[in-house]
């Protein structure tokens, strides 16, 4: 094709234009339209941002190209919608010279600020099409969640004035989960994380973070002190003021993560477990993304501590048994016993869910508190790790989910993920910064495994592996499991025949990624899956591995199928990207 100019292509010559007054053509790739408009001539890629039908075929009328699937209008001149929903389409620059049409195909050198623009413009407006196609382009070079994800936290942490909800920590799991996913799959995990952001923030005020005192910073002992009595008697602003403080002077991170665990473990269980998990979420943010965004990320959490409900306040946590009685009794103990636990790092070796010690696992899933709390006390006496212990408790939780029964009522899924999400929570805490506060954490997490006993009850039978079975056809009959309702069971016996026949588990843990992101699955079911991952990854023993992948995959089953609506529109913006058709008469 003859160039003049390097990423100039002929595109037709003006008496074509002149003779039909509008032109398509195909020239470099790129499918254009060409319309003469007021003496310009103008060229405009032919397929409509939105779902790609043909620009052509629109109506132009007073500089405004209207496309006539769903009406969206364009400036002609620089292709700017006026439907933001649609996005704006891409022109180029035109040149007649010598009788002829010429195009400047170059691709803008900043395209990627375009795009980072892009998907700013996607979360502010809650448009999830553009949110998705700016992605796809932001992570067609490099695969990593990085710069999307970046973008997400610093939007969610700032415009949503609760601070970190849902929508941030569901993009935290999803960035999380990223390495285990098939490379296709990484841009649809961080799309669903971003639009569950966008739609956490949307119609919300914006948050102003306080700043810090001035002057000399009180030392992190005295900010921890005025930190907790802030929390204490729900005076967000006075705490938040303690962690931008304790920020601003350089007080080292695990200090300031001690600070946020002793806090929001004062009370029991606060919001069912939730603003726990919350700091967990993101302190793993700032291990992805730097503690230079420490500011605005850790002060969004802040509210949510002082505003929460405390289980104290429960019927469920006082009667028939004073549940937070016996907690408080044990709590006064953990000072002397912390000592002895710290000690004893290596949690494979000691741990107390190790075959011989199980009777301390059925202690946990039984139906004596004092009896739980009595038996964790003792592993600490006898110098268990603390993290071993909370990994313990972890799984403990992960078999209410891997034996809950399907004839309990559907919404009691819920509880059983809360109490699994909260003891994973304690559990990364302690690996990220032990202390003796955060250790009631596991005493909380073990009382509320208790009180879930009933989910139990009859409880679904664990499967066993079944022999001769091939590994190839299980992944697929997987997703196929997963397209009719309630498969909870026939779910979970694949996961363990599929681990069964010793092929790849990450071909397994990437499949159910793959399924969980099929689903318009809520806030919920990403938790469930996500923790399960992490407790797969840590766990020691195999037989407890595939128990978390079953807890996950019944938990995903039970939620599954949606209608599927955020896929629908992600293969929208995937084909729009790879430049398929969408639209066919
Ligand atoms: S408005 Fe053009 S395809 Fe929808």
Known sequence: MPTTMPGHVRAASLSELEAHGQLTVTVGGHTLALFRHQGRIHAIDNRCPHMGFPL???????????????????????????????????????????????????????????????????????????????VLSLMEERHTAGEPFRAGLAFGTRYRDAGWGQGLTMLTCFTNMTPLLDADDRPRALYQGLSAVARDTAGRPPRFPVRPLPGTTPDAATLKRWFRQFVEVRDG????????????????????????????????????????????????ALDATGWENA?????????????????????????????????????????????????????????????????????????????????????????????????????????????????????????????????????????????????????????????DRFLNMPAARLPEPQPGVQSDTLLADLGALLDRQQQVNAAAQLVVNYLATGADPQRLLATIGRLLLREDRDFHTIQAVEAAFRQYSLAADATQRAHFLVAAVRYLAAHAPTVRSQGQTYQIALRLHRGDALFEE
């Not at 022109?91 to 002829?100: F, L, N």
């Open 295 to 451: 500011e605005l990320v850790l002060t969004s959490l802040v509210r949510g501590y002082a505003m929460a409900d405390r289980m104290e306040e429960s019927n469920a946590w006082r009667h028939p048994i004073d549940l937070v009685a016996i907690l408080e009794a044990a709590f006064e103990r953990l000072p002397d016993l912390w000592d002895r636990s710290t000690g004893n790092v290596d949690a494979a070796d000691v741990s107390p869910l190790a075959p011989r010690n199980s009777q301390f696992l059925d202690t946990l899933l039984g139906d004596d508190p004092q009896a739980i709390v009595d038996a964790l006390l003792a592993a600490l006496e006898q110098g268990h790790a603390a993290e071993a212990i909370a990994q313990a408790v972890a799984y403990a939780a992960a078999l209410r989910i891997a034996r809950f029964h399907t004839s309990n009522e559907f919404g009691d899924w819920d509880t059983a993920l809360h109490t699994f999400t909260f003891a994973n929570a304690v559990h990364q805490g302690l690996r990220r910064a032990p202390s003796p506060e955060l250790l009631r954490g596991v005493f909380d997490a073990a009382i509320s495994v208790y009180l």
């Open 237 to 284: 602003d006075g705490a938040e003021r303690c962690i931008v403080s304790a920020l601003r002077a350089g007080i080292a991170p695990a200090t300031v993560a001690d600070m946020l665990f002793a806090a929001v473990t004062d009370h029991r269980t606060i919001d069912v477990g939730h603003p726990l998990d919350f700091t967990n979420k993101a302190l793993e």
């Open 56 to 134: 052509d075929r629109g109506s132009l009328c007073d500089g405004i190209l209207t496309c006539h699937w769903h009406h969206a209008r364009f400036d002609l001149t620089s292709g700017g919608s006026f439907d933001l929903w649609a996005d704006d389409v891409p022109t180029y620059p035109v040149e007649e010279r010598d009788g002829a049409i010429w195009v400047d195909l170059t691709p803008p050198a900043d395209a990627r600020t375009r795009q980072r623009d892009r998907l700013e413009v996607g979360l502010e407006q809650e448009i999830p099409l553009i949110v998705a196609k700016a």
